[in-house]
């Protein structure tokens, strides 16, 4: 039998090709499946969320495990930090420096500042984080990123009530009975919460291109501490400062707080309070963008 003469065509480098397969031979196109970025507020669906609930609940109970892992105190550790916190500004402010508290007993009025900051704090310092913490998941699999800083979130959330045992125990020591305000505390609770959560999704974004933040953060944490009215009530600032002062958005917060708490006439400072508000959604809206608009990057990027 002589030689295959058969031709086969080429490429144009000259290399021989298989020819195109038709009929039953035609060879199976897996499906591609392509992932759309969200509408202006798609990050923010709930419903996309809901569906993704047991990734959530996993997160969280992810972030609290690690966090208090081989720790001899375990979880204890969420209501010692904010204890010894208060009772070193009960011993600075409250007995050396004598700050005012407004007729309540020191501990109970610093402990009603450090709970919301506390709150703001923890949901900022480790949403910021979240997204180059997650960077194996994120790498590998689909699912809604903002589930990510969500969950430090939530878990800022439950360590928020893990502390507010201590409070009710102070309350209980000194014989203090709250009023009606306490029934418009879980507001001020889930302003507290958008208050971090609009600027740690902004941040978490661009910590993944520019790992700075991660620097930066603790600094601005630390140093809010001491312009926020935690250790002492913002009626010691100037009636002429007020307004300016309103430009920190914990404030408000704070103060509505205290005043859910400790009732009496209302400490909120009104224009301050609603410039606050205003930086809250602003701040909100820029941070769902930013995060919308880089999400398709993070996974490239991380």
């Known amino acids: ?6 031709s086969k065509p080429t490429s144009a480098l000259g290399a021989d090709v298989d020819p195109p397969l038709i009929g039953p031979e035609r060879r199976h196109v897996p499906p591609v499946t392509v992932i759309k970025p969200p509408g202006r507020w798609g990050a923010l669906d709930p419903r996309e969320v809901w569906r993704y609930r047991e990734l959530l609940y996993f997160l969280v109970w992810r972030d609290l495990k690690v966090r208090y892992k081989q720790t ?7 209501i010692l930090q904010p204890f ?6 009960s ?9 005012p508290s407004d007729g309540v007993p020191y501990p109970i009025f610093s402990f009603a500042g450090l709970l919301p900051w506390g709150l703001f704090a923890n949901s900022l310092g480790r949403s910021s984080n979240s997204l180059v913490g997650s960077a194996h998941l994120i ?5 809604p990123r903002l589930i990510v800083p969500a969950a430090t979130v939530v878990t800022a959330f439950v360590e ?19 009023g009606w305000n306490m029934l418009l505390l879980p507001l001020f609770v889930l302003l507290a919460l958008l208050v971090s959560l609009g600027p740690g999704l902004w941040i978490t974004a661009l910590n993944v291109k520019y790992r700075d933040f991660r620097y930066v953060i603790p600094f601005i944490v630390q140093f809010g501490l001491y312009i926020s009215p935690v250790g002492f009530s913002s009626q010691v600032i ?5 307004l300016l002062y309103g430009l920190n958005p914990m404030v408000g917060v704070i103060d509505g707080f205290r005043w859910c708490i400790l009732g009496g006439g209302s400490p909120i400072y009104w224009p301050g309070f609603t410039l606050s508000l205003t930086l809250v959604a602003y701040f909100l809206w820029l941070g769902v963008s930013r995060f919308r608009k880089m999400e398709k990057s993070f996974a490239d990027l991380i």
């Open 84 to 89: 010894l916190t208060m009772v070193v500004f």
């Open 72 to 78: 001899v105190f375990g979880g204890a550790w969420a």
């Open 91 to 99: 011993i600075v402010f409250g007995q050396f420096i004598d700050v």
């Open 139 to 143: 790498s590998k699999v689909y699912f």
């Open 160 to 178: 928020f009530l893990i502390s507010f045992v201590i409070l009710l125990g102070l309350l209980a020591y000194y014989q203090f009975v709250p």
């Open 1 to 6: 039998m002589g030689p295959d003469t058969t």
């Open 238 to 242: 100037s009636e002429q400062w007020r």
